[in-house]
C-alpha cells in the first residue's frame, strides 16, 4: 500500500512541476517593458543647406555696440541651427572697411556639417489571432513580445548613437561661435565702403548652393566707391537681411529707399530691414 502512495506522490509532483513550465509562458500576454530613461526621436522637418555670407560694418560710424548686438543673436541662431535632418551650413564674416572688396577683410567662417535625421519608433507587432490554444498562443505571444523587446532595443541603441554625435556636433560649433561672440575689430576711420563687401558677397553666391542668406549689419553710409563696378552684382534667389545703424530719420528714409532699390535690382529674392532691437528677437534670423 505504501509502495502505491509513494508511486502516485511521484506522478502528481512531475505532473505540477511539468506544469508549472507552461505557466510563465501563460502569464507573459503583455509585451515587456525596458527600463531606466528613454532616448526621445527629435523629429524635424529637412534643412537644405545653408549659405550665409554676413557683411558687419567696422568703419568709425558704426557704434562697437551696435555691431554686439547683431554678432551676438547671429552666433546664438548657428547654435540653434545644429539640429538632426540637416543638411549642414556655412557661414563666413566679413568686414566692411575702407576695402571690402579684398579676402582680407575675411574676420571668421564657421561650418555645420549634416546631420542624419532621427528615425521613427519601430511599429510594434500584434499579437496572432487566437486559436483556442492556450500554450500554442502563449509561445506567439512570447515570441511577439521578444521581437518588440528586441527592436525597442535596437532603437534606442541607434537613437542613443545618432544623440551622441549630436551633441558632439553641437558642441564644436558651440566653440566656434563662441569665437563669434568674442570677436574684436579694429576701427576703421578711413572710409565705408559696403559695396565692396556685397560685391563680395556676390561672387560667393554665384559658386554657393542651398538657401543663400546675405546679412549686412551696418548704417549702409557708404563713402567710397573704389570697388564698385555698376551691374557687376548679381544676387538671384539671395535673401538679404538688413541689421540698420541709423539715427537721423530724413536720411534714414532715403538710404533705406536706395539700398532696397539697388539690391532688388541685382536679383535679391527679399530685402529686409530691421533696427538693433528687432534683430535681436527674430524667432530665425537664418530663415
Not at 564657421?110 to 500554450?135: C, E, H, M, N, W
Given at each position: ?14 505532473a505540477?512541476?511539468s ?8 502569464i507573459?500576454?503583455?509585451?515587456q ?22 557683411c558687419?560694418?567696422?568703419?568709425s ?19 540653434r ?22 579676402p ?35 509561445q506567439?505571444?512570447?515570441s ?9 532595443a ?29 570677436l ?13 563687401c556685397?560685391?563680395r ?22 563713402n ?15 535673401k ?29 529674392q ?5 533696427d ?12
Open positions: 500500500m505504501r509502495q502505491i502512495v509513494a508511486g502516485l506522490s511521484a506522478v502528481l509532483l512531475t505540477l512541476l506544469g508549472c513550465s507552461v505557466l510563465p509562458s501563460l507573459r500576454s503583455q509585451p517593458t525596458t527600463h531606466g530613461p528613454q532616448e526621445q526621436p527629435i523629429i524635424r522637418p529637412h534643412q537644405a543647406f545653408r549659405s550665409v555670407y554676413v558687419a560694418d567696422i568703419s560710424s558704426v557704434s562697437s555696440r551696435f555691431l554686439h548686438q547683431f554678432l551676438h543673436p547671429l552666433a546664438d541662431a548657428i547654435d541651427a545644429v539640429v538632426p535632418n540637416s543638411d549642414g551650413a556655412i557661414f563666413i564674416v566679413h568686414w566692411i572697411g575702407a576695402n571690402s572688396w579684398t582680407d577683410a575675411d574676420a571668421l567662417t564657421i561650418t555645420i556639417p549634416a546631420i542624419q535625421a532621427d528615425p521613427l519608433p519601430p511599429k510594434s507587432r500584434s499579437y496572432p489571432v487566437a486559436t483556442g490554444d492556450p500554450f500554442a498562443e502563449a506567439a505571444h512570447q511577439v513580445d521578444e521581437a518588440n523587446t528586441n527592436a525597442q535596437q532603437y534606442q541603441q541607434q537613437l542613443h548613437r545618432l544623440h551622441t554625435h549630436l551633441a558632439k556636433v553641437r558642441a564644436a560649433v558651440h566653440q566656434q561661435t563662441q569665437r563669434l561672440r568674442s574684436t575689430w579694429p576701427i576703421d576711420a578711413i572710409q565705408t565702403d559696403v559695396f565692396g556685397v560685391e558677397a556676390s561672387l560667393y553666391f554665384t559658386h554657393a548652393h542651398g538657401t543663400k542668406v546675405l546679412l549686412i549689419a551696418s548704417d549702409l553710409i557708404n567710397t566707391f573704389d570697388e564698385y563696378v555698376s551691374g557687376s552684382m548679381h544676387l538671384t534667389g539671395v538679404v537681411k538688413i541689421a540698420w545703424y541709423c539715427a537721423d530719420a530724413p536720411v534714414c528714409m532715403s538710404v533705406e529707399a536706395q539700398w532696397r532699390q539697388f539690391l532688388r535690382d541685382a536679383g535679391a527679399s530685402v529686409e530691414f530691421y538693433p532691437v528687432q534683430i535681436q528677437t527674430l524667432p530665425d534670423l537664418l530663415a
